[in-house]
């Protein structure tokens, strides 16, 4: 009997029944992985912070305002209404309540925190500093938002604390604030079409310097979220449609725009670049918005925010949510932080199609919209 010829057969047989075994084990892992989780096991994993108590949020923020202060303070005094030469950067702390009504952004530094907003200061930052934070953050995505006229940097900061908080946001929010905004004075407040036009002008100035931070923070590698509000469409929509043009494709995962102050016929013309520049984008309108047919007065034409379908967006009317009374009062212009929109924006940053989200309905086929956000 040749016993070194069986010895070499059942070394291959063992090492053939190792290896069909060892095979087995992987086929079995993979298929296990491939098993779909439950929807809501899923959301609980994303979410580890529930935001469920009152919580110092972290606003980190690109401005280009005019620094009036470089103490450690984001209230009124910090920066001002005239662009800067160079951005400024850093991280403002807010306390940030949740005994309060959705959408209140009421400030207090010394009234009950768990009822009012509160400004605890800021770290001022490097450029280089401040995105090699966002790069070596946890988090995996980031939400950029851009506020509209006449908004303070106080009120911005405070209104993106807001908003990561009450949609539970996960990720890191970045708050661009160009110089929106006027003097608290009588006077100031009475001229609203002088601050309106500074603003426009302020908001034109500004494209390019977005531009420059939108290739910035595109090399954090993280996923990017766009929300826009309002005029900041005039910064926003044009440096979108630079990029584009200039070779970038689907920087932005999901373009929010609310209310959007933008010239309709112009918004027609940016378009095949923001849709190439982003994976979704979603246009919030009403056209109930008192802000937007003023602007219309001012401008002289439609405003992409008033309801018009465009291919390629999904262009949802909120007027229906709270429309006003004989003019006066429901969402007019500042909806975009209100429950129903932050209701929907929060199934939007999962990804879900507008058709099967909450609250969506189609709309009419002669309607400006394609859908609406029902009562």
């Known amino acids: 009997m040749n016993h070194s010829h069986n010895k070499v057969s059942l070394k291959n047989c063992l090492t053939s029944e190792v290896l069909n075994s060892l095979f087995f084990l992987f086929i079995l892992i993979q298929f296990w992985s491939c098993v779909p989780k439950e929807i809501g096991t899923l959301i609980n994993e994303s979410i580890q912070e529930p935001f469920d108590d009152q919580k110092i949020v972290n606003v980190h923020y690109v401005t280009t305002r005019r620094e009036l202060s470089n103490k450690e303070n984001c209230d009124e005094t910090a920066y001002g209404f005239i662009t800067d030469i160079n951005p400024h950067y850093g991280t403002c702390l807010v306390s940030t309540p949740t005994n309060r009504a959705i959408g209140d952004i009421s400030l207090d530094n010394k009234a009950d925190k768990n009822k009012f ?13 401040f995105f090699s934070k966002l790069k070596e953050s946890k988090a995996k995505e980031i939400l950029i938002f851009v506020h509209g006229f006449n908004v303070n940097f106080d009120e911005a ?9 009450d949609l539970k946001f996960q990720g890191d929010v970045v708050l661009y604030s160009w110089p929106a905004g006027s003097e608290a004075s009588l006077l100031g407040q009475v001229m609203v079409r002088s601050v309106y036009e500074s603003n426009f002008a302020e908001a034109k100035i500004n494209r390019n310097p977005f531009l420059s931070f939108l290739k910035s923070i595109k090399s954090t590698g993280k996923k990017l979220h766009l929300e826009d509000h309002s005029m900041g469409h005039q910064v926003v929509l044009p440096a979108n449609s630079s990029a584009s043009a200039e070779g970038a494709s689907k920087w932005i995962s999901e373009l929010v725009l609310n209310a ?32 937007l047919l003023a602007s219309q007065k001012v401008n002289g034409g439609q405003r992409a925010g008033m309801c018009f379908k465009y291919p390629g967006v999904d262009v949802i009317n909120v007027n229906e949510v ?15 932080s209100s429950r129903p929109i932050l209701t929907d924006m929060y199934q939007v940053l999962f990804g879900v199609s507008v058709e099967k989200r909450l609250f969506i309905r189609r709309s009419g086929a002669n309607n400006g919209e394609n859908w609406v956000l029902r009562k």
């Not at 900061?157 to 908080?165: D, P, S, V, Y």
């Not at 010239?263 to 095949?272: G, I, K, N, Q």
Request: with cysteine.
């Open 260 to 291: 959007p102050d933008f010239d309709r016929a112009e918004f027609s013309l940016v378009l095949p670049g923001l849709l190439g520049f982003s994976n979704r984008v979603t246009l919030y309108c009403s056209p109930g918005d008192n802000a």
């Open 117 to 129: 907003f509160q400004l605890k200061g800021r770290i001022n930052l490097s450029e280089s500093d």
């Open 157 to 165: 900061a405070t209104r993106a604390a807001q908003i990561k908080f």
């Open 322 to 336: 709270d429309s006003p009374v004989l003019g006066v009062g429901g969402l007019g212009h500042g909806y975009y």
